[in-house]
């Protein structure tokens, strides 16, 4: 914990502090990088990080203590001579806190750059960087970055862009690659490349990060064209991070959601990672049916990506409360039990139990209501972290909470601890 190594004093970090001795407590090799300045927090194994008041914090678990990561005690805080404060108009993505150094993304309008510092705030260089150009035709133009995650020795990223086909700008195609940055070098590596530009075709695509996990990324390309009906044909392509050699492994199309009217609403993937047990990958399957349906309609198999095969696990699954958190390897805890939930009979509940996936038995948790209120986010050591959500005055928000995995797994709310974000 932190508490162990800073000496708190308010907000600030102590003169004790060493960028060694925060190194020695940062070893996670999966973390998931956050935008700290719009309600979003990343959980470590010794606090959480996130922002408030234009600053970056992390808040110890512990002493509930708020540490800037700043290693100047004279310091305000309140401009951009502090490393940890942040100008509010500048886009700041993808923070993170990685093998000990501290990384983010900053988007202000003209690059899109990515930094990084020691906890203290010492030795911030750009490790990468590229050029937002204005949108023009016959040419991409970076706009944006969605999911970051680190992992390998890399940080792996959806980039995003834009381009228009003609003049009048009626005709605008955006599309996603995915990227991993060597944290070392800087080298950029593309996963998925950009689509070629030509005005005759009306093909379009678009690829995701479907898993990140043990040595491997899974990407999710999407192909599609104006003229297929809404048809979506998807690949899943295993990259392994060492020898950055890739293969396809699962082919299929997307998933339609249906309005009432009968029109296309919507898609989804086809598969759902959410974690590996053994050399096999633990998944949900969506159809066109069972996503289309109220109700326990999804189901949980094992995935080999060796023989592209499924075997079914658990059948009639209608959620699982560590969703937002589905992109660790965390979803699986003490290596081989996962938790999931059933509607009640009024649907108005769900029914959470434990899975555990050697002796493939289930064991009765907790009931929790039908959109699941506690949301797991984390395990820490033999501690769950998990968040509330709440409708607040000034629009929704979450608390966080730490508690005993014991607890959480019998229901015994009444023991967690709030861990004050703001």
Excluded at 3 to 12: E, Q
Excluded at 99 to 125: C, E
Excluded at 269 to 291: M, P, Q
Aim: with cysteine; hydrophobic share 35%.
């Amino acid at each position: 914990m932190l508490a162990l190594v800073f000496s708190l004093s308010g907000c600030t970090i102590s003169s004790e502090i060493s960028d060694e001795s925060f190194s020695a407590l940062s070893m996670d090799d999966l973390v998931v990088g956050i935008r700290p300045f719009r309600e979003e927090s990343s959980c470590l194994d010794y606090g959480i990080l996130c922002g408030s008041d234009s600053k970056l914090k992390v808040l110890d678990y512990e002493s509930g203590e708020s540490i800037i990561l700043c290693g100047d005690t004279n310091c305000r805080h309140n401009d951009e001579e502090c490393p940890a404060w942040f100008d509010p108009y500048v886009s700041m993505v993808g923070a993170a806190i990685y093998y000990g150094k501290v990384y983010y993304f900053l988007d202000d309008m003209t690059a899109i750059r990515l930094y990084s510092q020691s906890p203290a705030g010492n030795q911030q260089k750009v490790i990468w960087q590229e050029s937002r150009d204005d949108v023009s035709v016959g040419a991409y133009s970076l706009s944006g970055i969605g999911s970051v995650i680190y992992h390998g020795g890399y940080v792996w990223i959806e980039l995003q862009y834009t381009a228009l086909l003609d003049e009048a700008g009626e005709d605008v195609v955006d599309t996603s690659v995915v990227v991993g940055i060597n944290l070392e070098t800087g080298k950029a590596h593309e996963l998925t490349q950009l689509p070629e530009l030509d005005e005759e075709t009306e093909e379009r695509l678009f690829s995701e990060i479907s898993y990140v996990g043990e040595g491997s990324i899974i990407t999710d390309t999407v192909r599609y064209s104006l003229e297929t009906n809404g048809i979506r044909q998807e690949s899943y392509v295993l990259h392994d991070i060492e020898t950055l050699s890739s293969r396809i492994i699962h082919e299929s199309e997307q998933v339609r959601l249906f309005e009432k009217t009968g029109e296309i609403g919507g898609y989804l993937s086809e598969l759902e990672f959410l974690g590996k047990y053994g050399d096999r990958y633990v998944c949900t399957i969506y159809t066109d049916e069972n996503a289309n349906q109220r109700g326990n309609n999804r189901n949980l198999y094992f995935y080999n990506d060796k023989d592209d095969t499924f075997q079914a696990v658990l059948e009639g699954v209608s959620g699982f409360p560590f969703y937002e958190a589905r992109y660790k390897i965390s979803c699986l805890f003490d290596g081989s039990k996962i938790l999931y939930g059933i509607f009640g009979e009024n649907q108005e509940t769900s029914e959470i139990y434990c899975l555990n996936l050697e002796t493939m038995t289930s064991e009765w948790a907790f009931q929790d209501t039908r959109n699941l209120q506690y949301r797991l986010y984390d395990q820490v050591g033999d501690q769950f972290v998990f968040k509330m959500y709440y409708e607040g005055l000034f629009g929704d928000g979450y608390k966080a909470y730490i508690i005993s995995k014991e607890d959480y797994l019998h229901g015994n709310f009444d023991a967690k601890q709030e861990i004050k974000l703001r």
